[in-house]
Structure formats: structure tokens, C-alpha cells
């Protein structure tokens, strides 16, 4: 089976742009999860989606940070404007609802300078 | 608020040399806990995963212990090759099915 893809998988930006972040996740997987994972860090969970419904959000810097799941399928990620910090790598990733395995992306790895 | 911790952050060894990775986690109130392990511009792979109940699991030269109530777990690998060379992380899950994470254990075994 086809694993989740995640485009593009490197960008480069000035801080104030902005960028997105595409996810497409195995096929039958209702749930997506987007995480930032900072150098020598965990990962962070942003966003997680059930559908095209958000289960949880409370990480998600919301003034520059937005999430999309149209259609219960493919995920944008956005940020906006962007700052140094944002420098990370974002990982997609999915499951199927309440079960453990979670399926995880190559990641998108994000610098802003 | 749970913390995972995972010590040491580095650890290069030669070939063929058993060893251990710890993890450690401030809440005992946790759902399960899983080792993932990371390779440098891909995703992250699961390795082993226990159950609060359980005790140990093994998977080939992987065995991973958990012992709740002190808030600790151990991944042993047996023989190790340069192949494991990876960053393997920990991570305790909550009773809402959400992962809190270790930051890794960067590992480099030496041919």
C-alpha cells in the first residue's frame, strides 16, 4: 500500500512569506495528524483531524497557523507570515480512528531565514 | 503535565555491542508507550509497542521494557550493526490517543 506522501519536501523562505505544506495520506485513513518537529526536539503536535473534522488544535499557533482537510482526504498546512522559529521539519502523518499505529510521512523540513 | 525524557541524547558504540536506551516519563498515567525510530529525511517508523499492562516487548534484537510506576522504559539492542545507526525516540501515549515525546537518542554504531 501507498504510504503518505508529503510535498514539497524541502523550502526555503525569507521570514514575512508565506508557505503551505501538502499531505496526502494512505487511503482509508480518517485520521491526520500534522506535528513540527524543531532540531533535536520530539515531535509537536499542531493539528489533528478526524475527517475533515479538527479533534484537537490547542497547539496550533493560530495568528500565523492554519489547517485544512477538504473532503476528509488531502491536508494543507499554511503558514503566515513566517518567522525564524517556524525553522523545523513538519510531518504528516494518519491512521485509522482509535487505533495506535500512526503512519508517518518523509516530512517536509522548513527553513526561514 | 507529562514530560518524556530521554538520556543520553548521543551515543556512538562500536559493532556487535549490546546496549540500552532509556527513556523516562513524569505521569504513570499512560495509555501505552512506543519507540519509533528516525532515519535522516524519512518519516518515523514504529518499532515496538507496549501496553501499560505489559512488561516487556521483543521484535528480533529489539526488547523494550516498561516499568510504569517508576515512570521508565529501556530499549535493548542486541548485537548492534551499523544499520541501526538512526535517532530512536520514545513516546507515551494519553487516554486520548495523542503522543507525548521523548527527544531522541541520536545512535551511531561504529563499523
Known amino acids: 500500500e501507498a504510504g503518505v506522501a508529503q510535498s514539497p519536501r524541502y523550502k526555503i523562505i525569507e521570514k514575512r512569506q508565506s508557505v503551505a505544506f501538502w499531505c496526502n495520506p494512505i487511503?482509508?485513513?480518517?485520521?491526520l495528524y500534522w506535528y513540527q518537529q524543531i532540531l533535536g526536539q520530539g515531535p509537536k503536535l499542531l493539528i489533528q483531524?478526524?475527517?475533515?473534522?479538527?479533534?484537537?488544535d490547542s497547539q496550533l499557533p493560530k495568528d500565523r497557523f492554519s489547517a485544512e482537510r477538504l473532503k476528509g482526504v488531502d491536508s494543507t498546512l499554511k503558514i503566515q507570515p513566517a518567522k525564524l522559529e517556524d525553522s523545523a521539519v513538519y510531518l504528516c502523518?494518519?491512521?485509522?480512528?482509535?487505533?495506535?499505529?500512526?503512519?508517518f510521512g518523509p516530512g517536509t523540513r522548513l527553513t526561514v531565514t | 503535565k507529562q514530560e518524556v525524557t530521554q538520556i543520553p541524547a548521543a551515543l556512538s558504540v562500536p559493532e556487535g555491542e549490546n546496549l540500552v536506551l532509556n527513556c523516562s516519563f513524569t505521569d504513570s498515567a499512560i495509555y501505552n508507550l512506543q519507540w519509533f525510530r528516525q532515519d535522516p529525511g524519512k518519516g518515523l517508523t514504529s518499532l515496538l509497542l507496549i501496553q501499560s499492562s505489559q512488561r516487556e516487548q521483543t521484535s528480533g534484537r529489539l526488547n523494550a521494557s516498561l516499568d510504569k510506576s517508576s515512570g521508565r522504559s529501556t530499549l535493548y539492542i542486541a548485537a548492534s550493526q551499523p544499520g541501526d545507526s538512526a535517532t530512536y525516540l520514545c513516546a507515551v501515549r494519553r487516554s486520548n490517543y495523542q503522543l507525548i515525546w521523548g527527544a531522541g537518542t541520536k545512535l551511531i554504531i561504529k563499523p
Open positions: 502523518a494518519s491512521s485509522v480512528p482509535f487505533q495506535y499505529e500512526q503512519y
Open positions: 483531524f478526524q475527517n475533515n473534522g479538527v479533534v484537537d
Open positions: 487511503s482509508g485513513h480518517a485520521t
